[in-house]
T-cell receptor, first 114, second 114 residues
Framework: DGGITQSPKYLFRKEGQNVTLSCEQN?????MYWYRQDPGQGLRLIYY???????QKGDIAEGYSVSREKKESFPLTVTSAQKNPTAFYLC?????????????FGDGTRLSIL | GNSVTQMEGPVTLSEEAFLTINCTYT??????LFWYVQYPGEGLQLLLK?????DKGSNKGFEATYRKETTSFHLEKGSVQVSDSAVYFC?????????????FGKGTTLSVSS
């Protein structure tokens, strides 16, 4: 079955540590996205990528970094510069060029601070 | 700019009650409209969509009609079940944003009791 796989499901970070969240899709989608979800705030866009080796900042990119070396993979690194990283992180993917097509989401990674 | 406004929750209903979750939008052009559902601890799943005015999206007993004159896309279900308890997100995508991120409302939490 095609879909989006996020790992790990739960992740713990120590102070001053960088952590990387994995996102892999086998839907052959061009575009991939990272969102952060906090209680009562809905989803906020961190980064997105429309094509391999290219990505754009979203609304809350500070303290995060991404790479897009392969079409199917879009890992997110939460750096030590992100002072409040505790949240639920969602990865999504979609086709480009057709606004009628929805985004597909993974099951998320919950990040907590030790 | 483009935006989505949802009614604030939580919405608390008894089983078999009628559900309405209001959603209005502001957008340039003719956006596509989506409802997503998030069950506890999971990612988002597409519930239904509508891509042009007067279209009705439907799935699992839920319906929403794209009303351009009132810029609305209200979600309805005639008889809710306990299993419908979840967070519901309204979202839009305009044609010139294909391959960029969805614009989400803040989400509405639905709690159904037996």
């Amino acid at each position: 079955d095609g879909g989006i796989t996020q790992s790990p499901k739960y992740l713990f970070r120590k102070e001053g540590q960088n952590v990387t969240l994995s996102c892999e899709q086998n839907l052959n989608h061009d575009a991939m996205y990272w969102y952060r979800q906090d209680p009562g705030q809905g989803l906020r866009l961190i980064y997105y990528s429309q094509i391999v080796n290219d990505f754009q900042k979203g609304d809350i990119a500070e303290g995060y970094s991404v790479s897009r070396e392969k079409k199917e993979s879009f890992p997110l690194t939460v750096t030590s510069a992100q002072k409040n990283p505790t949240a639920f992180y969602l990865c999504a993917s979609s086709w480009t060029g057709d606004s009628n097509q929805p985004q597909h989401f993974g099951d998320g990674t919950r990040l907590s601070i030790l | 700019g483009n935006s989505v406004t949802q009614m604030e929750g939580p919405v608390t209903l008894s089983e078999e009650a009628f559900l309405t979750i209001n959603c209005t939008y502001t957008a340039t052009g003719y956006p596509s409209l989506f409802w997503y559902v998030q069950y506890p601890g999971e990612g988002l799943q597409l519930l239904l969509k509508a891509t042009k005015a007067d279209d009705k999206g439907s799935n699992k007993g839920f319906e929403a009609t794209y009303r351009k004159e009132t810029t609305s896309f209200h979600l309805e279900k005639g008889s809710v079940q306990v299993s419908d308890s979840a967070v519901y997100f309204c979202a839009l995508l305009t044609p010139n944003q294909a391959g960029t991120a969805l614009i989400f409302g803040k989400g509405t939490t639905l709690s159904v009791s037996s």
